[in-house]
Every structure is written in C-alpha cells, then in structure tokens.
T-cell receptor
Framework: GAGVSQTPSNKVTEKGKYVELRCDPI?????LYWYRQSLGQGPEFLIY????????DSGLPNDRFFAVRPEGSVSTLKIQRTERGDSAVYLC?????????????????FGPGTRLTVL | KQEVTQIPAALSVPEGENLVLNCSFT??????LQWFRQDPGKGLTSLLL?????REQTSGRLNASLDKSSGRSTLYIAASQPGDSATYLC??????????FGKGTKLSVIP
C-alpha cells in the first residue's frame, strides 16, 4: 500500500481482556514505531523496531505491553489484562533506515491509528 | 528529559490572515524537528521536516524555522484558509530516533 495502515480502526474491549493491534508499514521501511495518544495530549513513544528487533522499548508503560515484528515488516502490539487507563489512540509510524553520522534522519510517516476503548 | 511546549493551545483567526505557531524545547541535542497536522479522529500528516543542520524549510504556504540555540521553532502559515483548521503538532527527533511531541495547537480558521 501507499501508506502505513493499522487495523482495526476501532477496538472496544472489556477490562481484563487481551487485545492485539496491527501495523503494516510502508513497503521497504525498516524502522517502525508505536506511539500512544491520550485525549488532548501529543503522542507518546512506546517502542521502536529496526528490522525484526526492538531497538528501544523504554516507552512501554509496564509488562502488560509487548510488541513483535517477526519478519521485519508487519508489527503487532499486544496488551494483556487491559485496564481502563489503556484507553487511547495507538499510532504506528515507519521510516526508511536512519542514516548515521549525524547528517540526516528520516521522516516518520504515521498511520491512521487504532482507537482502543476499555470498558 | 526533553520537554516540548506549544503555545497557544488554541488559536482562532479569520480567513486570509497570516499566522505563526510556536514550539519550544528544552534540550538542543536533537536530530531533527517535524511539524504535523492532525484532523479530528485522524492520524498525523507530516508537513515539514527540518534537519538539525538546517534553519528552515518551506512547502507551499508553510514555512518552518528552527533555532536550536534558543530552543525554538515556528510554523508560519500564509493566507490561512478554512481547510487549514486542524491541530498542529511539533515533534523532536533525538536518541533512538523516537519523536517527542508537544500537546499541539488547535487552529480554527473562520470563513
């Protein structure tokens, strides 16, 4: 596809349930990011993949959150034992491989997001 | 820890007016700065990317500037149109390429 896609667009679940959110990045982009946006706030970083590996997961709030990218393309964000405080829009972004040396860093392109509501 | 502030939180202007949105940050050790647009219930659309070695970028009616020494960036919108109504977010790239966002400025352009 032309852009980053995310499914589902909306997810309503009950407290304590398990959910999976999917991100399909722009073809050829090696870097993939997950962010979370609460109402009235800017997006907050969760995790960054370079290829198949999680290069930085320092933004994950606790061990109920986990993300994978097994083949270096599609990524899945997994949330166990959901809580009402997890309700937010989960955004995925991708970029071409960052170019090192301090010269240029590549633009991130965002998907439309998944709105998660935990009842 | 990088702190990003956007002022004002909301702005309402009549159609045709030129306007400036402000973004300030606390840590000048950044790789780049991106300005995004977000429409209600939608994802983010990238508007402009300024690398740390650059001072400004232009795209159509938009011009973004970056002054790392003072920790400031501005987004200038010329001849505003009702279709420009949206929330504008600035974000700084640093560390492991993650972006740190401000809370945004909600712009309303009145016909």
């Amino acid at each position: 596809g032309a852009g980053v896609s995310q499914t589902p667009s909306n997810k309503v679940t009950e407290k304590g349930k398990y959910v999976e959110l999917r991100c399909d990045p722009i073809s050829g982009h090696t870097a993939l990011y997950w962010y979370r946006q609460s109402l009235g706030q800017g997006p907050e970083f969760l995790i960054y993949f370079q290829g198949t590996g999680a290069a930085d997961d320092s933004g994950l709030p606790n061990d109920r959150f986990f993300a994978v990218r097994p083949e270096g393309s599609v990524s899945t964000l997994k949330i166990q034992r959901t809580e009402r405080g997890d309700s937010a829009v989960y955004l995925c972004a991708s970029s071409a491989r960052p170019i090192g040396g301090g010269a240029r860093y590549n633009e991130q392109f965002f998907g439309p997001g998944t709105r998660l509501t935990v009842l | 820890k990088q702190e990003v502030t956007q002022i004002p939180a909301a702005l309402s202007v009549p159609e045709g007016e030129n306007l400036v949105l402000n973004c300030s940050f606390t840590d000048s050790a950044i790789y780049n700065l991106q300005w995004f647009r977000q429409d209600p219930g939608k994802g983010l659309t990238s508007l402009l990317l300024i690398q740390s070695s650059q001072r400004e970028q232009t795209s159509g009616r938009l011009n973004a500037s970056l002054d790392k020494s003072s920790g400031r960036s501005t987004l200038y919108i010329a001849a505003s149109q009702p279709g420009d109504s949206a929330t504008y977010l600035c974000a700084l790239g640093a560390g492991s390429y993650q972006l740190t966002f401000g809370k945004g400025t909600k712009l309303s352009v009145i016909p």
